[in-house]
Each structure stands twice: as structure tokens, then as C-alpha cells.
């Protein structure tokens, strides 16, 4: 119950009161459905409560407790203030049968979009969203000062950050996080953060399990924002149908499942949009400061926002030659939301915000400076025709018949006849065709183009907003992607605008000419739209069956769990770097989530007396020092000793990413490391043995990863990888590898192996079939100055390569050398 009531007051009261005050002309709102009057009442608390946690947290002042009191405080002054004049006293409309519709909506995001993936790892977009959310709500600070970092000896910060000369960040904390100053532990997330906010509160509501189901219940808030917006333009059957395809189709239900901002982006852009609307051609003044705060909050989402704003913008100033004003006071906060944008782009997160200027500079400045000069002559037109009638009456009627002509050109040349070729990649000339094969379908494309043409000709001027920032996306988009095309990665574009507008004008297609007519062929009309819409439903669910089943990273969150609870507060957990492995995507969470201490090596290879010292320094201030590893990782020395503590292998539920092709099957990504502990050396008195593939990661360099069979484990070599040998005898005489050519195929040359010993080579020789001894005789005087060093000995493998799905055409894509199971030194 505490958990509802706290729901309630982050995400309803405030906006309910607020949209029941008796200001900014209340009848007139209040006339409004009630299921939209349920809807606005929603978005205002969700729009104050991100804008008082974005507020918070840059202050470094965020906790949830703080931020429901706030919330109670708004809710009680608005009950103090207005009293009995926030109720209606039947001047509000009555519940019609349009109220079923939402519900219907709400009913299938929560049958599609739960479960949520378990995806809180590192290594990509997904993890980093989760964990920015996360220590938002831990540290309630925009910007993290951790204390791990910052209390790394001067010396020792080359071997997990090294400084990267860069005048904007000095170095990565992890895979999206920045180090700003290694000196305070300043670390800030890669990505804007009004959707790590909200990952924040739904954190403060129900722990990690509510910040996974964060981005679920943006997708429903998207069906909605998408439905109301589409009801006010097409009307609620048309709109109500389109948000339920949308529901049904496959990429809204990856993405509602799938930690992204790109969802988040959809929900709230069209309810700005239809803010907008509202407060610029209704003339609903309520709606100004509603649209404003909605403008500024975009800002804070992601950088395709900037093209929501521009967009909008000119549609506003379009809309004075129908007779439209610009309103004042949406103006005003939306100039306040972008000083604080700049701020934000600019201090908090300005490396993100350099990569995206540079993005932007990259364009050429020959280009941006047309768009400018074309933008504020198009502003400058349309200012000078307003002002007189009859000028104005023609270009009502031109712009939207132009972009009728666009629009449908565009898609007819991107469909039929665009192909790669000098700056135009593959994926950017087949993009649409890409878009509707997997995602929209061909009969949705016709009915969505048929769609448009009948909308923009008929009720362009109802909402020029939302008409024209769908179709500056969709050409923005279609025209250069911007995303490396793996799926469903790549469909994250056409998940704000392009999808729900495309389906909102494929439904708008479907229900035409059913307001006039004898009433037989209304009815005929109207029975194909409903039988076409749902055929064309069905095929999203047919397309979504798969997905429905699937739980993306399923058990990770148990195996994070497990391991973290290994360490104490007062433990250093030393993990290899990204070079040797995957085992580093386990180190963000345990960092940011689990509160661990934890450091990443920057290269498999560290500087060996610099790492000696830092170990000297950690192993007196942690209570113990570990290491997590599994790829190989260069650390041993005579003066560092080691003791193995535990290890694990799990496979969790991943779905495949091909390259411009649709994802048909899930497979198993595999997890397996060691852990070791950090202890005084100690002298080896005996042979070097190593069972390569078992508990070996401090040992080899350049390996492929683990694996077992039947008959053991091994690893695959690489075109040169590396051992180390510690403390070796001054009497070693013989290096023995147990070897095996992995089924190499006759059409392939036998795999050819060569190995030296500290730089002296040994010898070269052919491996054939299974797993069998190969003998290297180690010359006297190189085992005599091996035993001498304080170095560990090296021994290098060359091996010629192959490529089994070249070679075989199964799935394997590795350079693979020999298999190697056992390595003696005698």
C-alpha cells in the first residue's frame, strides 16, 4: 500500500489538482473528455516530478523521500489555496463510450511489455541508461563522485584510466560513464539524463524491479500520448486503432522491454504536440504552461529533441495564415527550458554534447548554413503573407499539397529506385525498404501514404505540429539513419515518430469516407477497414509471438546478486579490461548498482612494477583485493601472488543482432570468469603445469575464450597469444603443448604452430586431428635467464588461422588457430 500511495503522489495528485485549479479558463478544459482530463492529469505529475528530480540531482540534493514531500507540498497547496473550487460542480463533460479506448490500450501494454529484460550489465546503451538511473537515485547527484577513483594514487591511474589529453573528459570510468576529474571522482553518464531520472523514481518505488519496469510503463504512457494526440487529429476510432497496432507490433514491445530513450522520447514528443495543439490553435491557455515545461523537459531526453522544437516552432509561426497565435507564454518557458538546455549540453554532460556538436559540424557548414538561411526566410514568407488575405488563403491551401507532393515522391524514389553508391551506405538507400519489410509491411506503407494524403489535404491546419515534425523525421531519418543497422538496434529510429504516425495515418486510410454516403456503403467501408486493420494486426502479432516469450538477459540479475555478495564494503574487486573479455560488463553493475569497489584494468598487459606497487597500496587500505577475469590478463610476477577463490559459467537468453537482416532466433550468451585473490608471494618449487581452460585467466594473454566439452577444457589460440610461466626452473629443458587442429577441413592448409620461450624460438610444427603432445626443447641458457628474472617467462604461440564460417558457413565467425588443452614445462 505504501508503494501505491507513493505512485500517486509521484505520477497523479499534483497533476490532478493542478488540472482541476480554477485558472488559465477551467471550463474550457474541463470540457475535454474525461479519459483525456484522466490523461493531462497524469503528465503534469509525471512532467513536475522529472523536472524537480532533474532539479534535485543537479544540485546533488535528489532522494525520493525528498522528492515525495515536494510532490505532498504542491498537493497540499493546491488543496489549501483552491478548497472546494477544484471541483467541477457539473461543469465538467460526461464519461462517453471513447472512455473504454485508453483502457483497452493500457490493458495491452501491460499484457506486451512485462516482463522486463534483466538488462543492467554494461558494455551497451541499455545498461547505461539503468545504472546513470540507479546511482542517480543512490547518490541523488547528476554528477557521481566516486570515491574509488578519486582515492587511486596519482602513479597507479594509467592502469584503469588513463588520461585521454582531452580538454573536455580525462578518461572512462566504464563503457558510458566519463571520469571528469580524477582528482574528486567525478564521473557522469554518456547519455542525458531525463530518462535515468525516471529510472530513479521508479527505483524509489519498488527497488531494482521498478527501475526495470521503468521503461514498460513509458510505453504505455506512448500508446496513450499517441492515441489522444491522433483522437484530436483523425478522430478515436482511427487513433484507438493505430495505437493498438502500435501496441501489437514487434518493435514497440522490444523497446517497452528494452532500457532505451527513444520510448520515452515517443510518449512524451506527442504529448507535447498535442499540448501544443491545445494551447496554439484551441487557444486553451491552460495548456502554455503545459506545452512550455513538456518543450523544456524534451531537452533533457535526447538530442533529436532539438529538431521536435525547431519543428514545432515553425509550425507555430505557420499557423498565423490560418489566423493562429504564438503563444506567449509556452514561448517563455520553452526560451527558459533551452538557457537551462545549453547549461546542461554544455557543463554537466558536455562530452556527449561535444560529440554532438561535432556530429552537427561534420554535416559541413555550406549545408547547416543553408537550412539556416532557408529556415529564417521561410519564417520571414510566412510573417509577410499572413499579413494579407489573400496570400495567405493560397499558401493554406499550397503547403499542404506540397507536401503531399514531398512526402509521397520521396517515398515512391527511397522505395522503388534509391541504391547505394558513392556516400550513400547501404542502409540509408534501402532504409524505407528495410522499415516497412520488417517492421510496417507493404499494404501498411500504401495505406500509410493513402493515410497522409487524405489527412494533410483535409486537416493539415488542425495540427501543423504534429504533421510536420512526423514528416521531418520520417525524411530526416529515411534520408541517413544514423545507427549502425544491426535489428532490432537500427529500428530504435523509427520508434518516436515514423512508426506511430505511419500507423496512425495507415488507420486514418482505413476508416475514409465514413462520415458520408448512403448508409450500405458506410457500412462496407467501414467492414474493410476493421478487416484490413486486422489482418494487418495480426501480423504484428504474429511478427511479436517470439518476442512475447522472451526475456532478454534472463538470470543475470541472480548471478550479479551471487557474485556481489562474495566482497564486503571494505573489498577492491579488480576486473580485466574490455581488450581481454566480457567479464568487464559485470563490473558497471556491481559498481553502480550493488556498491561494490570496483576497478577496471585499461589493457591486458599492465605496466608490471606499477601494478606491484598499487597492489602494495590496495592490500593495506581494503580489508582484501580481488580479481575477476576470464579473458587472460598479463598481472603474475615472483613479488604478486595469487590464490583462486571461485568460478562460474552461465548463459543467459540473448537475441541475435544481425546486420541488416531481421532476427529470427535467441541465443545463449555465455558468462564465465575466475576469482582470485590477491595474497603475499609465495616461491614455486615445482614444474609449471597449467590445464588451460581451467582457472588459467592470470596466465594467458590473447586467447579466445573458455570452453568444455566431453572431454575437458581448452582454449582456441589466436594468431599469436601468449603464457606466462612464473618462477621457471633454471633446469627446465622441455615445453609440451597438448594440441588439437579443431577439425580443420580438407579444402583448409594444416594448422602450422610456432613457439619461442622469452624470445628465443623453440621450434615450428604441424598439428593434425585430435589432442596430442607436441614437445619444444628450451635451450639451457634461456631457462637459466628465465629463472633469474623477476619476470614472469613468456612463451608465444604463433598459429596460422581459420575461419569456420568461411570455411563451413556455420555461425562462427572467429579467427581461430589450434585448440590447446594442457601446457607442461619439465
Known amino acids: 500500500m505504501v508503494g501505491v500511495a507513493a505512485f500517486l503522489i509521484v505520477a497523479v495528485v499534483p497533476g490532478l489538482l493542478l488540472f482541476r485549479a480554477p485558472i488559465l479558463g477551467r471550463a474550457q478544459r474541463a470540457r475535454l473528455s474525461t479519459e483525456e482530463r484522466a490523461f493531462w492529469s497524469v503528465v503534469t505529475s509525471v512532467a513536475v516530478s522529472l523536472a524537480l528530480t532533474m532539479t534535485l540531482a543537479a544540485f546533488g540534493a535528489y532522494r525520493f523521500t525528498r522528492l515525495i514531500w515536494i510532490d505532498v ?43 522486463p529484460a534483466e538488462y543492467i550489465i554494461g558494455g551497451k546503451d541499455p545498461g547505461t541508461y539503468m545504472n546513470e538511473g540507479i546511482q542517480i537515485a543512490q547518490r541523488g547527484s547528476l554528477v557521481v563522485h566516486d570515491p574509488v577513483v578519486a582515492s587511486v594514487p596519482a602513479a597507479s591511474r594509467n592502469l584503469f584510466f588513463p588520461s585521454y589529453n582531452n580538454p573536455v573528459y580525462y578518461s572512462n570510468r566504464f563503457m558510458g560513464f566519463f571520469l571528469m576529474d580524477p582528482d574528486t571522482g567525478a564521473v557522469v553518464g554518456q547519455f542525458p539524463q531525463l530518462y535515468p531520472a525516471s529510472i530513479a523514481i521508479a527505483y524509489g518505488l519498488d527497488g531494482l524491479t521498478g527501475a ?25 476510432p482511427a487513433a484507438a486503432a493505430a495505437a493498438a497496432l502500435l501496441a501489437m507490433n514487434e518493435v514497440q514491445i522490444w523497446f517497452a522491454r528494452y532500457p532505451n530513450a527513444e520510448l520515452a522520447l515517443q510518449a512524451l514528443m506527442f504529448a507535447t504536440l498535442l499540448a501544443t495543439a491545445r494551447a496554439q490553435t484551441d487557444a486553451d491557455r491552460f495548456f502554455e504552461p503545459v506545452a512550455g515545461l513538456l518543450f523544456a523537459l524534451l531537452l533533457f531526453l535526447r538530442p533529436e529533441a532539438a529538431l521536435v522544437l525547431a519543428v514545432a516552432g515553425i509550425a507555430i509561426v505557420m499557423s ?20 537551462l538546455a545549453a547549461w546542461y549540453w554544455t557543463r554537466v554532460i558536455r562530452a556527449y554534447g561535444t560529440y554532438q556538436m561535432i556530429y552537427t559540424w561534420n554535416i559541413g557548414v555550406l549545408p547547416l548554413g543553408a537550412a539556416a538561411v532557408i529556415t529564417v526566410a521561410l519564417v520571414g514568407l510566412v510573417v509577410w503573407a499572413s499579413r494579407r488575405p489573400e496570400t495567405a488563403r493560397r499558401w493554406r491551401e499550397r503547403i499542404p499539397l506540397a507536401l503531399i507532393v514531398l512526402v509521397v515522391s520521396g517515398a515512391t524514389y527511397a522505395y522503388f529506385l534509391r541504391t547505394p553508391g558513392g556516400r550513400t551506405a547501404s542502409h540509408d538507400a534501402l532504409a524505407l525498404r528495410t522499415f516497412t519489410a520488417f517492421y510496417l509491411l507493404a499494404p501498411g506503407l500504401v495505406a500509410a501514404l493513402l493515410g497522409y494524403v487524405f489527412v494533410v489535404r483535409r486537416w493539415f491546419w488542425r495540427d501543423p505540429a504534429l504533421i510536420l515534425t512526423v514528416t521531418t523525421f520520417a525524411l530526416f531519418f529515411f534520408y541517413k539513419i544514423r545507427i549502425v543497422p544491426e535489428h532490432f538496434w537500427m529500428a530504435r529510429r523509427f520508434l518516436p515518430a515514423v512508426l506511430p504516425a505511419a500507423l496512425l495515418f495507415a488507420a486514418s486510410a482505413a476508416f475514409v469516407g465514413l462520415e458520408t454516403g448512403r448508409r450500405p456503403l458506410r457500412a462496407a467501408r467501414l467492414l474493410i477497414g476493421v478487416v484490413f486493420l486486422s489482418l494487418l494486426g495480426g501480423e504484428y502479432l504474429r511478427a511479436s509471438q517470439p518476442i512475447l516469450h522472451h526475456v532478454e538477459y534472463a538470470g543475470v540479475i541472480p548471478k550479479l546478486e551471487q557474485l556481489a555478495s562474495r566482497f564486503q564494503d571494505d573489498d577492491l574487486v579488480i576486473v580485466e579490461s574490455r581488450a581481454a573479455s566480457d567479464t568487464h560488463v559485470l563490473a558497471l553493475p556491481l559498481a553502480y548498482i550493488y556498491a561494490r569497489q570496483v576497478l577496471v584494468l585499461n589493457t591486458p598487459t599492465p605496466d608490471k612494477r606499477q601494478f606491484q606497487a598499487f597492489i602494495g597500496w590496495a592490500r593495506g587500505r581494503y580489508r582484501e583485493v580481488y580479481f575477476l577475469g576470464s579473458g587472460g590478463t598479463d598481472l603474475l610476477s615472483k613479488s604478486i601472488g595469487v590464490t583462486a577463490v571461485a568460478s562460474d559459467r552461465f548463459q543467459v537468453p540473448e537475441y541475435e543482432s544481425p546486420m541488416n537482416a531481421y532476427p529470427r532466433r535467441v541465443r545463449q550468451k555465455e558468462f564465465e570468469y575466475g576469482l582470485y585473490r590477491f595474497v603475499d608471494p609465495r616461491p614455486e618449487a615445482a614444474w609449471f603445469t597449467l590445464d588451460v581452460g581451467t582457472r588459467d585467466d592470470l596466465h594467458v594473454v590473447r586467447f579466445h575464450a573458455k570452453e568444455i566439452t566431453s572431454g575437458g577444457s581448452f582454449r582456441w589460440t589466436r594468431d599469436a597469444s601468449y603464457v606466462s610461466i612464473v618462477s621457471p626452473l633454471p633446469d627446465s629443458r622441455v615445453v609440451t603443448l597438448w594440441m588439437n587442429d579443431g577439425g580443420r577441413p580438407p579444402t583448409i592448409p594444416p594448422a602450422q604452430v610456432s613457439v619461442s620461450f622469452n624470445g628465443t624460438p623453440l621450434g615450428s610444427t604441424l598439428v593434425r586431428g585430435g589432442f596430442k603432445p607436441y614437445s619444444f626443447q628450451i635451450p639451457p641458457d ?6 633469474q628474472s623477476d619476470e614472469p617467462a613468456r612463451m608465444r604461440i604463433e598459429s596460422s588461422l581459420w575461419n569456420p564460417r568461411a570455411a563451413l558457413g556455420v555461425s562462427d565467425d572467429r579467427n581461430l588457430g589450434v585448440m590447446i588443452d594442457r601446457i607442461e614445462v619439465r
Open 73 to 115: 507540498l504542491v498537493a497540499a497547496g493546491a488543496l489549501g489555496w483552491w478548497r472546494t473550487g477544484l471541483l467541477y460542480r457539473g461543469t465538467a463533460s460526461r464519461p462517453g463510450w471513447t472512455l473504454i479506448l485508453p483502457v483497452v490500450l493500457v490493458g495491452l501494454g501491460l499484457r506486451f511489455f512485462f516482463p
Open 782 to 787: 634461456a631457462a637459466r635467464l628465465a629463472a
Open 320 to 339: 498565423r495564415l490560418d489566423g493562429g497565435r504564438v503563444p506567449k507564454v509556452l514561448t517563455l518557458i520553452t526560451l527558459a527550458g533551452l538557457v
Open 212 to 236: 526495470r519496469r521503468a521503461v514498460g510503463f513509458w510505453g504505455i504512457f506512448g500508446l496513450l500520448a499517441v492515441y489522444f494526440a491522433g483522437a484530436r487529429l483523425v478522430g478515436a
